[in-house]
């Protein structure tokens, strides 16, 4: 069993910047497939980026060039890095971890974002 905790949210206003950062414990985090969803009142839950046990990383087109996805095994830790944001970035922030049938998240951290 994998327990994950997301901090790092809070209120800021358009063009600034925050760090997210997912802390698992329970089990060998480095195997694991790490990604970030969002999802805003009233949205479907939305895929933002993701970093894989092997290191290949991917986001979606709407933070692209934005945001930097990291990670650390030594730590059992995943971060998103969040520059020049938007009204539109505001939403909860999820980290999920996968691996084969095993599928974990968090509790969110919520993030919004003032004109």
């Known amino acids: 069993q994998v327990q994950l905790v997301e901090s790092g949210g809070g209120l800021v206003q358009a063009g600034g910047s925050l760090r997210l950062s997912c802390a698992a414990s329970?089990?060998?985090?480095?195997?694991?497939?790490v990604f970030w969803y969002r999802q805003a009142p009233g949205k479907q839950r939305e895929f933002v980026a993701h970093i894989f046990s092997t290191g290949i990383i991917g986001y979606a087109g709407s933070v692209k060039g934005r945001s930097t996805i990291s990670r650390d095994n030594a730590r059992s830790t995943a971060d998103l890095q969040m520059n020049s944001l938007k009204p539109e970035d505001t939403a909860v922030y999820y980290c999920?971890?996968?691996?084969?049938?095993?599928?974990?998240w968090g509790q969110g951290t919520q993030v919004t974002v003032s004109a």
């Open positions: 999920n971890l996968r691996r084969g049938t095993y599928d974990y």
């Open positions: 329970g089990s060998i985090f480095s195997i694991y497939d």
